[in-house]
């Protein structure tokens, strides 16, 4: 079964960067778009960015002018640079993958990865 696999993670200073990286252990597809969601204790997973197959991006209101995303279809692979972090950014970020844009017919998940913003 394909997995998605995140790295990157870690402790940042605010002000700092930060790369997420996040491949498949195998080729899948059919992807429509891949991206990240993060997710803090007692709240809602809520999206950070995604990239669709056609180069389309969406980010987040609260990481725009912050963050990056890119993705490589052909490799199955997608990144998200992060930089002038803010401690509320901390959170548990997930990759992900679907297949569908305005419905999805399925969706694969990383198993998160930790983000601490700290000094």
């Known amino acids: 079964q394909v997995q998605l696999v995140e790295s990157g993670g870690g402790l940042v200073q605010p002000g700092g960067s930060l790369r997420l990286s996040c491949a498949a252990t195998?080729?899948?597809?059919?992807?429509?778009?891949m991206g990240w969601y993060r997710q803090t204790p007692g709240k809602e997973r809520e999206l950070v960015a995604d990239i669709t197959s056609a180069g389309s991006i969406n980010y987040g209101g609260s990481v725009k002018g912050r963050f990056t995303v890119s993705g490589d279809g052909a490799k199955n692979t997608v990144s998200l640079q992060m930089d002038s972090v803010k401690p509320e950014d901390t959170a548990v970020y997930y990759c992900y993958a679907k297949k569908g844009l305005t419905s999805t017919s399925w969706i694969i998940w990383g198993k998160g990865i930790l983000v601490t913003v700290s000094s």
């Open positions: 195998r080729s899948i597809f059919s992807i429509d778009a």
